[in-house]
């Protein structure tokens, strides 16, 4: 069962949400708040193992309600997934430096949001390459020169080049095709380039290859 807590200020679109994830038998709504301030401590309190968290709220903001889950150890197995009403809301890059493990629209469709639900849960983050690409290129290129990261040091060549290649926005099959292995491969290969990182999830990496200047914003076209 996968147990969700839904935060948003506007009582129609978590009554919608509720009502989706509701009819599903394998995920539970445990909790609503239509604050940031309220967000976290129903998170604290239930342990969700997905937010659905709305970026403006009152009191608090769901930027830094997400900022504080991710910051704090004993929430290391909650998953944030942002909702916005634009796809290149303003605040969407940061919402995922602040470690979020994706966004979705909130007129998404519904059979969408029961599948972002379930591949948080996994540890997939919610980023498609095309979105991957116009985000990085939107956000990243007003940002200053970036450093080459020391933690890339910790990487094989294999493990730096595929952090190239998802920062990218590409996914498992095409990495796989792109580097001549089995996808079985590529996805080890992220998953030990996510845990030698310390990364929560693969929209992590996405931030960390842009941030550590393997993933330029010229190169996504």
């Given amino acids: 069962m996968t147990r969700v807590v839904l935060a948003d200020d506007q009582v129609l679109v978590r009554a919608g949400f509720r009502a989706l994830l509701d009819a599903q038998a394998d995920v539970e709504v445990v909790g609503e708040a239509d604050d940031g301030v309220e967000a976290l401590a129903q998170v604290r309190r239930l342990r969700p193992d997905v937010v659905l968290m709305d970026?403006?709220?009152?009191?608090?903001?769901?930027?830094?309600?997400?900022?504080?889950?991710?910051?704090?150890?004993?929430?290391?197995?909650?998953?944030?997934?942002?909702?916005?009403?634009?796809?290149?809301?303003?605040?969407?890059?940061?919402?995922?430096?602040?470690?979020?493990?994706?966004?979705?629209?909130?007129?998404?469709?519904?059979?969408?949001?029961?599948?972002?639900?379930?591949?948080?849960?996994?540890?997939?983050?919610?980023?498609?390459?095309?979105?991957?690409?116009?985000?990085?290129?939107?956000?990243?290129?007003?940002?200053?020169?970036?450093?080459?990261?020391p933690e890339l040091a910790r990487l094989t060549d294999r493990e730096r080049e595929v952090l190239a290649l998802v920062g990218m926005g590409l996914t498992n099959d095409e990495i796989a095709r792109r580097l001549v292995v089995s996808p079985l491969t590529a996805k080890t290969h992220v998953s030990r380039t996510m845990v030698k990182l310390g990364a929560r999830d693969r929209a992590q990496l996405v931030v960390l290859a842009y941030e550590s200047g393997l993933v330029r914003p010229g190169w996504l076209g």
């Fill in 55 to 149: 970026i403006r709220m009152p009191e608090l903001d769901g930027l830094e309600a997400t900022r504080r889950i991710s910051e704090d150890p004993e929430l290391s197995e909650v998953r944030v997934v942002v909702l916005t009403t634009f796809e290149l809301d303003e605040y969407v890059f940061e919402a995922l430096r602040a470690g979020a493990a994706g966004f979705l629209v909130k007129d998404t469709e519904p059979a969408e949001l029961v599948r972002a639900v379930h591949a948080v849960r996994a540890g997939d983050g919610l980023l498609s390459p095309g979105v991957t690409r116009r985000l990085i290129s939107e956000f990243a290129a007003r940002s200053k020169e970036p450093e080459r990261s």
